[in-house]
Every structure is written in structure tokens, then in C-alpha cells.
């Protein structure tokens, strides 16, 4: 399978198609793929996906794609070499850009459902994408300031359609409710307790863990321990980041503890699985 590497942190295409040219193929980078206008197939990880005006697809390092194009189409695609920010100065814009890639990253078992079930969102979205295209035929900047805020509005939008994908449309909303509040607070332990959780949706310690298990059908705890080793995992796969600055970030104690939780859910350290990934 070919494989397509990128070496600059940010690339933008704007074009519209009747044949595709490439191969079946996977990348080095993440992107985010819109359809303004036109009609066809994407294939994408094994899966069969029609697409039409205002579809939107997000590709990790590790999917494989390409398209059959039915009628003419206009794409827009961002492509980002590296998925998540470090030390660009401003830890607030920093912290926002890499919680908004942790949603996207967390899409994997979504891929069949369309992402923008809002028809203002996707009209939202067309509009940014074409600004964001036309600033950068402009520019051709990677560190351009407008188009990383236009790119920091368009995650948005992506992230609020997507929250409601995370749950059966028959899940009520205080459960959606608490699943959310778990993936915000995420990087934070003492939020995640079952006492604190428990306080803040009124709920008993013992009544909430019967609760969730009653709506989700997994253990409260084990979906808070699965959720933060995927963000764990996706920062060793797509990020620079130390294993100390990992283990900072998701609200670890220290380092031994990091490791252990790591350790106990994956039979191998930090170090070992991302040494691992190069192999």
C-alpha cells in the first residue's frame, strides 16, 4: 500500500474532481476531509462510505482511504502533520487544540455515522474550510494566526456533533450528561471520583456505578480507565510529548503510578509501547 509522508506541520487543498487520481493509500498525518458539493464512495479502513454535499471524514495516521467520484466534487482537505501541540507559548490555546484532537482521535469506532447531523453546523463548516482555503492560497503560511483560529472554530463544531454521537440516541440525557463531563474532566483525577461525580449529578456513590452500568452497559470506573489509556495510547502514537509530560497531563500522581496504570492495562510500560511504534 503506498503510503503518503508530509513533513511540514500544515498542509491545505482545495480542488474540485471528477476522477481520482490516488491510489488506496495511508498517510503519516491526520486529516480532515469536506465535501462542499458532488457525490460518491469513500473507502475508508475496509469501510464503504457515500458521500455528498457537507460530508465530513476524519482520517488518523493509521487509516487507508480513497475515493469513487459519482459526480463532480469539491473537497477541502487539512492535513496535520503533528496531531497534538507543544510549546507554542500560549498553554491555553495549547490545552484547548490537543483536548479538541483527543475527541477527534476517540472517532475510531464512529466512522460509519455521518458527523454533521446539524444542518447550520455543516453550513458553518463549508463557510470556515473555504475561508481557511482561501487564506492559505493566500499566505501558504503553516503558522498563520487566522487560519489556526478558523481551524480552532471549525473543531468546535465538529466536537459539539460529535458528542452526540457517543451514545444511543435512547440514552437519557443525564447519562450523556455525565459521559461528557467525564471526557472534559479527564485531566483531572479527583473529578473523575465516583464521590465527586456523584455529587455533581446527585446521585449516591453506590446508585451512580449501577446507574451507568444500566445505561452503558460497562462499568463506571472501567470506561473512565478505557478512555484515559486511549488518550494515553494516542499520545505516545501521535505526539512528541515525554512520558513525564504525558503523565502530568492526565493527572497522574507520579511517574511510578503512570507507569503501573499503564503497565496493568497493556502488559508493557510507556517507553516499551512507544519504542514499539518506531519498530
Known sequence: MKRYIQHEFLKISHFEATKWEHPIHNHNH???????????????????????????????????????????????FLKFNNVYLSGIGNIQVQTNWNQHMDELLMLNSLMDAPILRNEEDAKKTDGLLRLIADEWKETRNETNETIFFLIQATLSIIKRNISSLRTNGAINDRITAIINYIHKNIYHLEMTQADHLGDVFGLSKHYLGIYFKEKTGINLRDYINNYKLNLITNRLKYSSFSIKDICNELGFSDLSHFNKFFKTHTGINPSQYRKELIL
Not at 37 to 65: C, I, M, T, W
Open 30 to 76: 491526520f486529516e480532515i476531509i469536506f465535501i462542499h458539493a458532488g457525490k460518491g464512495v469513500h473507502y475508508l479502513s475496509g469501510n464503504e462510505q457515500p458521500y455528498s454535499e457537507h460530508s465530513l471524514f476524519l482520517l488518523r495516521p493509521s487509516d487507508y482511504h480513497s475515493f469513487d467520484i459519482h459526480e463532480k466534487t469539491l473537497f477541502t
